[in-house]
């Protein structure tokens, strides 16, 4: 039997009662009387009702028909007519409004159970269908955000590499002179808003490249939070809580940092004249029952991260377009509406789920949930911190296989002014012809996509067939899972992707070049 609540609209006292009766025998929560429609429409909103017994002669200006065409379109509730009449024209009236059933009075206790049931049934059945609909027009935007930012990532991202390499060398040649450091600076940031930007697609697309490992939630929260407390100001209360035995999970920490702080300046823009902010992690396990309430969760061990603000919460219409790329309630320039949509896209990619509990004046609770790493140990989140730039040593030779001449050229110099010597080819039949005649190649740096029919991974395994221990990293400016050729890539291969600082170069060739095996 369908459990429910069940609101009763009639305004016979002695009727009433005893089909008040008659609903708790059969075990169901019955919600407040209405004798009239005017004060069902009233009540309706706190009762909280899942289904709706309306009498179609009560009195009043409204009768059960119009009451009932009155509620709320957007729930939907469920209505069972009672009447101790049948005539045609009230009926004719009674089917516009869609009930959901029709019960005769006088009815038997069992009739009115299963009419009960009957409805209830159809309800879920309906909001099912509905879920679904809308599970899949989520998908199909998601594919079509997911081509476009997929279609357009690459030259974009071609494009800003250059640019920003080019603005760090100036900045590394501009001298003592204080504003020409500050425009370079400001130009340099601004390209990095477009790479981020070009990132926030990739991520709500789910098309973006992690590195995943395992990690040590508690200690990347406890990491974060002097960072938090400087962006947020000294307006925001800030308390991190998690239990030092919490699970670990595998994600990127990067990316997990970034959610973070992108939903902390969420909370702090929902609580202009100040609040609490409270990240909270724990442990979580979901059943097949937990799971069946939310589309694409996987019952299983989580780490929960719940972020709760105090702040002016959300209506219904803004929490349903909440996950929507560009959707944004700020104002022209305050947001590009892709902050919430790039952690749910991170998230989803995770294999993990994201939620949101929101209500105006009440503030918002986003829960993450990411699954739990089994049988592994966790990583010193901190090694990651911090601006270092590991240089060149013991006379390292770099090949650099790239076709398009400008992104060579600044590759070729971030590449020697870390050190490296360097050794440049337009394709992969000029990568090879370096490969057989130089004497020391120690790491082959090669775009995924190249020209003249032999791709970056075809290189790979043409150089490696030549020199088993040659070190290899690829790069991109197309998002791991929409590179071309990527079935030809081992998932173990490392890519760097476009457009990428002088600082995250050096420290990903010294971590391929410094990996045993």
Not at 46 to 60: F, K, N, V
Not at 147 to 162: E, P, R, W
Not at 259 to 284: C, F, H, K, Q, Y
Not at 299 to 315: E, H, K, L, N, Q
Request: net charge neutral; aromatic share 4%; charged share 25%.
């Amino acid at each position: 039997m369908m459990h429910a609540r069940v609101m009763v609209v009639e305004d016979e006292r002695i009727v009433a009662l005893h089909l008040r009766q008659q609903l708790v025998k059969l075990g169901y929560d019955v919600a407040e009387f209405a004798a009239s429609g005017e004060q069902a429409l009233r009540q309706v909103a706190a009762a909280r009702p899942d289904l709706i017994l309306m009498d179609i002669h009560i009195d009043g200006s409204l009768d059960g028909i119009e009451t009932a065409a009155r509620l709320p379109a957007d729930d939907r509730i469920p209505v069972i007519y009672l009447t101790a009449y049948s005539e045609e024209a009230t009926l004719e009236r009674a089917r516009a409004t869609k009930p959901y059933g029709y019960l005769v009075k006088p009815f038997a206790e069992r009739e009115l159970h299963a009419t009960i049931q009957m409805a209830l049934e159809r309800r879920r059945d309906e909001q099912l269908r509905h879920a679904t609909e809308a599970a899949r027009h989520a998908a199909q935007k998601l594919q079509a955000v997911g081509q476009l930012a997929g279609g357009v990532a690459h030259d974009f991202n071609n494009l800003l590499g250059i640019i920003i390499a080019n603005l760090e060398l100036a900045a590394d040649h501009a001298g003592s002179d204080p504003a020409l450091r500050e425009m370079l600076q400001d130009t340099l940031e601004a390209a990095l808003r477009g790479a981020n930007l070009t990132q926030q697609l990739l991520a709500y697309s789910r098309r973006q490249p992690l590195a995943p490992r395992v990690l040590n939630i508690g200690r990347l929260l406890a990491d974060l939070a002097d960072l938090l407390r400087r962006t947020l100001g000294k307006q925001i209360q800030i308390r991190i809580c998690a239990p030092e035995d919490l699970w670990q999970a595998c994600v990127d920490p990067s990316q997990i940092s970034a959610a973070l702080v992108n939903l902390a300046v969420n909370a702090r823009d929902a609580m202009p004249r100040g609040g609490t902010l409270t990240i909270e992690a724990s442990n979580v396990t979901l059943d097949q029952a937990d799971a069946g309430r939310h589309a694409e969760v996987v019952p299983g061990a989580y780490v929960r991260i719940a972020v709760t603000d105090t702040g002016t919460g959300m209506s219904r219409e803004v929490l349903e377009r909440a996950h929507e790329p560009f959707f944004t309630t700020k104002s022209v320039g305050k947001g590009s509406g892709l902050g919430l949509s790039m952690v749910h896209g991170f998230v989803r990619q995770s294999n993990g789920h994201i939620s949101v509990l929101s209500e105006p004046g009440r503030g918002t609770t986003i829960e993450l949930h990411f699954p739990v790493a089994e049988g592994a140990t966790a990583n010193d989140v901190a090694a990651e911190v911090g601006p270092t730039m590991p240089l060149a040593s013991r006379g390292e030779v770099i090949l650099i296989a790239e076709d398009d001449p400008a992104v060579r050229k600044f590759v070729v110099s971030q590449v020697t002014s870390l050190g490296y010597a360097a050794i440049a080819a337009k394709d992969g039949a000029a990568a090879c012809r370096v490969l057989a005649r130089a004497e020391r190649i120690d790491l082959l740096l090669t775009d995924v996509v190249l020209p003249n029919g032999m791709s970056g991974p075809a290189l790979a395994r043409a150089a490696r067939a030549r020199r088993p221990d040659l070190k290899l990293l690829y790069m991109s400016g197309y998002p791991r899972g929409a590179v071309p050729h990527n079935d030809e890539m081992d998932a173990a291969d490392h890519l760097l992707a476009k457009p990428f600082r002088k600082a995250e170069l050096a420290r990903k060739l010294r971590q391929v070049l410094d990996r045993v095996g």
